[in-house]
């Protein structure tokens, strides 16, 4: 599974660790998200969806095999 997480949040100005703080989360989970180590769990992955404005489907995408 690949995601554009890198790239949505440079359109909201916000740094790995402004994000985490929102998510609750540390700023190395999203770095490992955002270098494709680590798969969010479902609530986590909606909870991006609701900081961006956008559906999950926007910031992750299947790949082949998956």
């Known amino acids: 599974?690949?995601?554009n997480l890198k790239v949505q949040r440079a359109i909201k100005d916000l740094t790995q660790e402004?994000?985490?703080n929102l998510l609750s989360v540390?700023?190395?989970t999203i770095n490992s998200i955002e270098k494709n180590r680590y798969v969010p769990s479902t609530l986590l992955a909606l909870k991006l969806s609701r900081v961006f404005g956008i559906s999950v489907n926007e910031i992750f995408?299947?790949?082949e095999g998956d």
């Open 1 to 3: 599974m690949k995601n």
């Open 61 to 63: 995408e299947l790949e």
């Open 18 to 20: 402004e994000l985490a």
């Open 26 to 28: 540390s700023r190395q």
